[in-house]
């Protein structure tokens, strides 16, 4: 369930870990058979980086998780670099490099990456690279020497005896491809969408947030609208899923009421956006 | 009537609250019930922040209200962050930013973020988002590094315990879709105008500016200029509205006179140009 | 006639007084009762701030005036500056920020719009918003942060019991439209052409520099010019005519002879270059 | 005849009318009324400047002399600014201004207007403007800065009592049309290109570089060749004429002997280009 | 077989054969005589710098490896370098100036080819033009400061009694032609993917990875899968080859069993990235 | 002979005549009798320099030589500069500039005019004008700021007593020509490629690179490609046709044996590339 879930991020040391689990505070539930494929590529990763076949192995690989937005791509990345553990695992992300200029950026980057080469194995998870390089669909603009720099690091081979491991995160795959820096990674690995009623009566069920009835009730709803408009995807991203169950235990209409209607509401309106 | 209104906005301790209040000058006159849903809809917003449901709940919510010019974004996005009654509430407005080069504009954000993540409880409201960037339409033009701070920002996850609910305003929506910040918010709140003519007929009646035989005859005409015009939509913002009241009441044709004509035009013309 | 037309520039005190007064060299001839509308809109905005309502009134308004080149729009903004008898009263001129950088020119307007707070009653004539921004219709090129700034400073508030009457003047309507700064004016003042034949042969008497006679044989051969050119409008801007009042006289063709076949060419020149 | 053209320049005193004398190298040929025009209409403008009609007069006046490259342009506008006998002459150049970043540009601009400010009469000549502001037609590419700088700076009104004509150059008129700064000027002056036969005779005979009969066989080669080519205009610059009588005098082939062959070739290769 | 290429990198004095052995990490398989064409032709260039024919022979040669993404461009010229046994060889790399300006990119460049300048014989391996002028397609995007100085050095002539061989490498030829670069080098190398069957069974053969049995598995398994796909070519670089093999050692599914299904998958997804 | 044309380039005193004369290292060939009338052309502007027909004759002259790449651009205007034996003789190149900010390379360009106008009689070589304004064909980018200050520099008018012929070469006359610097030189002269199999046979008899059975055979083969492939022109500039005479030498397969087989195939690849 979902605290079962939750209790998957084990405690760890340092801050950069703390920082990483801070990223998994919805826990990781196995809604889908994908969630498994998806941590078991990334096990995979790490095992070439740790056990290398020979002293020529590649002592780099990178590999990047891409997805709709909210699909748990970070949380996914970050879950990958615990469970490693390695001696040395960063996040890279935009939000420590608020207000640095373009060379400040690259210089926080290069910091970064000379960091992990001192570390004989080493994750760096580049968080939302569209964001890191100031993407922008107008124009485009972007910040060219910071995407230029990340080119250049994703291949730059690390020191003798050490190791690195490079896990992205990205919800601008088109985007990033006309960047022409998708195909840098040797791994590309996608991140879906809550997409069958099932897979959302799993979540909602881990969540514990609603009580049986309450939950039969909310799902007949949601198929039933999606009946109606011929909808045959949820398609709505775990994060915002969670969010919604949230937001739904606030309402007064449903706390204490048969009335989960404003709740379903909630829902429809959610997936239209999408 | 007008003086209700105004009295809505209670007195509030401190810097902060005095410029948001100075935001509702004109009081919120309820002519719609959409005012009661948009002001329901920011509240359910700020119980969410306010009592979170668990330990793991998102600490962070963000919505962001759009509607035409002048048709009070900003005083409601401000009524609601008063209402909360949060231990910090801060405007971050462009106006605070005029002479800053970009690198100090992202600075100054950055601060009041910072300073919210100090407060157990905070909002922020981050008013015209489009002066805040400087967009333009030609190019179009726009600070990539604001734009990209804002956006980074937004997602980013308040310290420990400290709770953040994000408030935005725009009238220009389709603009920061095509910059791809609107997506970013959890919430959308759409104002309107002032639409019908009973909308109308109340905030002439609230504001208390004519007599109930101005108020008729000016009621009148306009509905004759609709018709004449075949509009159906009066279309104007409540600013405007208001705005257009103080002139009339200025005009020496309308005061203490019965002859309301160019007061008629000014409305006429002032729909003719939205 | 032209010098009763000059009287009504009455002395004043004060040196941004003086800078205003200079505009209006050539004295406001009322060639056409359009230019007495233009005063009157003109003295209702100073109205508005000088006489408020109520406490919670608008303290800002703003107004624009646009038209054709040399149609006399800055004469007639320093006009009804001047006639306010506001304690502040100041221009806002790109011919006082040569070789200023984009920063320094912000500082400036931004220090004068400072200075305009401090007064109870002020106001700014922002002068051709065009030379402000460095507009060019090539790329096109404008300055945005000085754009941005202007777009700030139009909507902002003046603080407690200051209030702000801002007038600015544009022969380029459609390109600050373009630059989407034209709709954030509360309101919009055309400035007319000299148009009718009339209305140069009022312009012509008021000059006082043409005997009877000449006058009457210039206006017969623009009469004719028009006619040969299927022309209805006269179409040339208040200032244009004035300066070729000046240069006929000058012309050595015309001064004490009767041929003033030169003169009238030049008229015809310049209605062809509009 | 050519050394009688060279004495119109009378020698003058003071380091900037030296400057202007030397764009005068070679002389003012009258080949043409048309050359008698532009210095009366120069003379015009001066005239207005010098005696104004009254105390209100415009004490700004501003004409741009343009055409064809090599035409004569800036000889044109230096004979007039020296023949004007004004205190104050000076000639604006990109020469001067080499190495210069645009601000230091706008700097060294303004400074000759405030000087020229400083003297009751005064006149600038600014020489081709699209060099001053880096006219390039890719793009295009222009110093934004420096051309909003002379925008401002031909309608900045001088200090009480000081009097300005501004006389510039261009071979650029459509771009400076499109740079939106033509039509800034009171004045347009067009200076033509040397274009019918016996406008060249006229040069050739007034260079005294030719005997009789070698000027004869050129004059007649070049009708031919016209003829062969049915063109009917020379259409080359003054100044090209002038150095291809300079490169034949230099060429074996014609000094001392009949055959002019390769020196008739040169014109029309010169006149191809065009 | 695989190690016996990986004798043939030779032990090497000095940091900058270091660098440039660490490139040829996995050795050079000869899967092709199209290898050893270009180390053929590479070594031509060689003798051409070495043995120069007179005096006055151009003692300046350049030639590019193009070639497709990870097909060994970088790993030849590092060998030809190398196998040159000059004084002098450096590689100049965009991961040496993470962090760099572009002038101080220009800088780094400028003193590799002054140091080079110094020594009798030289090579400089320009490796990857397109990530040292950051370029990207979108704009398109570069560094035209350190492109103009590449294009300038590469035509540089060494001072007197040295002599330069210039070897780079690309992935993006097409793009280097239209940056007008390509042509630059007097000479252009063309390295070809693994390409048929034949050749990728000689380097899993090389490698040693496979017992002879997987070995056939996995061509057979490859067959099929080309030939379901009505795919000729193989199309894959040695280096992603090389990677394949490594991750395919480390598959549980392939290692001690005879399902290396998960393996043949592999490939084909990397077949149809290409 | 091919010595004969090295014996062309007579010792030269001073830094700049050798750096000039290192431009000529592969002599000039008189391959064909434009190459004389290139150099007779080059000889008439030295002479317009050096005897000036009088007093008011222009002290400025420019020519710009013009070709394909490598067709011996550079070599000429260096021959020419250096027989004009004139006390001042420069060549400004891109190569002197590496690492230079735009500013610096105007200054340098700067300090060579301003030496030159030292010297009573001057030649300032201008190389690729193209590489020296950082010309690139995407944007297209280059550097303005130096463009607009060799336009003015071209025109700038020596001081008095100094004269100064300038000869600029560029393999992109198109583009200058789009950057509107191509027109502002007084001559164009054009260098070919070697063009005809006569011309070709030419230079591979001057270059005694091969016995006489050698070079029929080569030439043999060569005129069998071009029929096969409907050629009739050779197209390749000088400067490649003596590199590859160089390659051919160092070949294995031609030196010391009848095998030219390579060799020719080489030429067949240079003229497919052009
Ligand atoms: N199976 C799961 N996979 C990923 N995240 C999960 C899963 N189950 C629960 N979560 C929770 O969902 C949230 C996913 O949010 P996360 O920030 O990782 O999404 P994201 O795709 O990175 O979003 P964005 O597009 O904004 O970057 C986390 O709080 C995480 O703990
Ligand atoms: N129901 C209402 N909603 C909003 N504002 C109201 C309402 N009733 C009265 N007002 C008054 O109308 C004015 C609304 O102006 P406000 O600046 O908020 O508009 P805005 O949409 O933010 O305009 P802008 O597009 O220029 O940012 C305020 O003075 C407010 O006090
Ligand atoms: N009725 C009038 N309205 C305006 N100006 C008048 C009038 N009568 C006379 N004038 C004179 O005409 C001149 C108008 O020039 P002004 O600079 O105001 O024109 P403008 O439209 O601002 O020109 P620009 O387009 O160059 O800014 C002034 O000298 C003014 O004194
Ligand atoms: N009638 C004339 N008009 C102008 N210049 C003349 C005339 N007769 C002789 N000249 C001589 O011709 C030359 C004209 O050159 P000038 O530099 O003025 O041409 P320009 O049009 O300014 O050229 P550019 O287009 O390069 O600026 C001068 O040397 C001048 O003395
Ligand atoms: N025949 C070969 N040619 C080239 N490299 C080979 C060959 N055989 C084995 N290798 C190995 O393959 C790898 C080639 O990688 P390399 O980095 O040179 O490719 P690349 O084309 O430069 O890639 P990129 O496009 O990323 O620059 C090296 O490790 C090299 O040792
Ligand atoms: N007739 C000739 N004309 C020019 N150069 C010749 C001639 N004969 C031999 N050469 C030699 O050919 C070479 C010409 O090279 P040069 O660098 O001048 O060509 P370029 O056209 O300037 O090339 P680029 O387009 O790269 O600038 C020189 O080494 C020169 O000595
Ligand atoms: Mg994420
Ligand atoms: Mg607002
Ligand atoms: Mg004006
Ligand atoms: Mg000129
Ligand atoms: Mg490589
Ligand atoms: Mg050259």
Redesign the interface.
Known sequence: DFFNA?DEVKPLFGVAEEELS?RI???IIHYSPLIDNILAEGQ?CV??IK???SE???PLHSAILFGP?SSGKTALAAKIAIDSEFPFVKLLT??DM??F?D?QK??HI?KIFRDAYKSPLSIVVIDSIE?LV?W???G???S??V???L???I???PPKNRRLLILATTSKRTELQ???IF?DF?DEIAVPNVNTQQELAHVLQSSG?FSEQDQQRTMYEIARYMADNRRTDVGVGIKKV??SI??A???PDVAGSDDSQWNGLSYKARMQ?T
Chains 1, 2, 3, 4, 5, 6 share one sequence.
């Open positions: 939750l801070s505070r919805g826990g995979l095992t070439k056990q290398p076949v020529n192995s590649n937005r935009a939000e608020v207000g200029g060379m690259v210089a290069d964001l100031d922008n669909p107008i485009p603009r972007f060219n020497p995407l230029a720099a080119k250049v690091l291949h730059k081979q006309q960047l022409d195909e040797d947030a969670l969010d949230e937001i235990r606030k309402d956006e």
